[in-house]
């Protein structure tokens, strides 16, 4: 086994670019060779400048290219995919997102030269032309003889590896339909249009549906700390993309399972909840108060999904009419009676809108949410 420690750095360190190592190994790829590219981000710059030489050992015999690229927080360009598709074929590119809050966020390049000799790099380079060649990086690239036991078991594992994260439930081959609703979903890079839109979580909550969940411990995260009263009235959370979206069959919002189990009281949870057809649920009327109006609805329910790990409270009103101009709009939460539960929506500039968002903390997905 050799070792190579690579840039690309300030040149004070000395270090050759992860990009043109990649080149120079990629050139020595021989039939039945492969090369597997599993990415956080990437990007056309970066795509590009290794495009050429893996379009030119694809030509050789049984060469098997396949790219694992993230689609979070908007840092791979639908360009790069396009282009990766039309080079490899759908079923050689896959996207990764897993709805359980897990940014994708892997690195690493995996070469198999011919049946001796194998290449893993891992390191902080995205397939981007700052990660491969502009920026400071630090990578460490591992050749091995696989005729050596030891050498020839890490090359299985990096494989097996990346075999698991390519058929993994988040992991979904690019096909022209995912892409055309990540794309409208402001999923790709450079597609950002308004104040709201620019919230990584709520786009996150825009592309949740298309991708299954793949398990994964929930995190740790760091919040500010908020006064919280001991015995709420009101709940309240800003409106994400996917609770105004208007797309899904049944109009649903999403609470944080953070805030049901902070008061399961406010929510009657498990005590007021039976089982229903499919979930343990609890129905009653909803009124939710517009700036102008105030619309009623009949028979709406609050129900738990274990296996998305979702707590819905379906509201017609606020899913279908409101549209995506009152993403970031604060609504209120209060429980009238245990049959009668009280929405208001407050837009952003509204009365007590600025009070009501310092009572909130982000920790859910680009969600602000709180208890007054």
């Not at 825009?206 to 929930?218: D, E, K, S, V, Y």
């Not at 995190?219 to 709420?232: E, K, M, Q």
């Not at 707590?311 to 009152?326: A, N």
């Amino acid at each position: 086994m050799k070792i190579h420690i690579l840039g690309p750095a300030p040149d004070r360190f000395g270090l050759q670019t992860v990009g043109d190592y990649l080149k120079t190994v990629l050139r020595r790829v021989k039939s039945g060779g492969t090369v597997k590219i599993a990415v956080a981000y990437a990007q056309e710059s970066g795509w590009l400048s290794l495009q050429p030489i893996l379009s030119s050992i694809l030509k050789k015999k049984n060469i098997v290219v396949e790219c694992i690229w993230g689609i979070d927080d908007q840092g791979t360009s639908e360009k790069a995919v396009q282009s990766a598709v039309r080079l490899l074929g759908v079923p050689h590119v896959f996207l990764f997102h897993n709805p359980a809050d897990a940014t994708f966020h892997v690195k690493f390049f995996l070469v198999q030269l011919n049946p001796h000799e194998g290449v893993i790099i891992i390191g902080s380079s995205n397939m981007t032309e700052s990660g491969l060649l502009l920026n400071f990086e630090l990578n460490i690239a591992l050749e091995l003889d696989l005729s050596q036991k030891m050498d020839c078991n890490y090359f299985s594992r990096f494989n097996d590896l990346f075999e698991q994260m390519r058929t993994a439930p988040s992991s979904l081959p690019a096909s022209q339909n995912l892409l055309r609703e990540l794309s409208q979903a402001k999923a790709f890079t450079g597609t950002i249009v308004s104040e709201w839109s620019r919230s990584f979580g709520n786009i996150r909550q825009g592309i949740q549906n298309l991708f299954p969940r793949t398990a994964q411990r929930g995190r740790r995260r760091r919040a500010r700390f908020v006064t919280t009263p001991r015995r709420p009235r009101s709940f309240v959370m800003t409106l994400a993309y996917n609770d105004v979206s208007g797309k899904r069959g049944e109009p649903y919002i999403l609470i944080p399972l953070g805030a049901r189990d902070q008061f399961t009281h406010f929510w009657g949870w498990p005590k007021l909840f039976k089982q229903g057809r499919k979930y343990m649920e609890r129905r009653f009327q909803v009124k939710v108060h517009l700036p102008r109006h105030t619309h009623t609805e009949l028979k709406r329910r609050l129900y738990y999904v274990p296996e998305r790990s979702e707590f819905r409270l379906t509201c017609e009103t606020i899913y279908r009419q409101l549209g995506s101009s009152h993403i970031g709009s604060i609504t209120k939460i209060r429980w009238k009676r245990a049959s009668l539960c009280e929405i208001a929506v407050i837009s952003p500039g509204g009365p007590n809108y600025a009070n009501l968002i310092k009572k909130c903390q982000p920790l859910f997905q680009g969600k602000r949410w709180g208890y007054v």
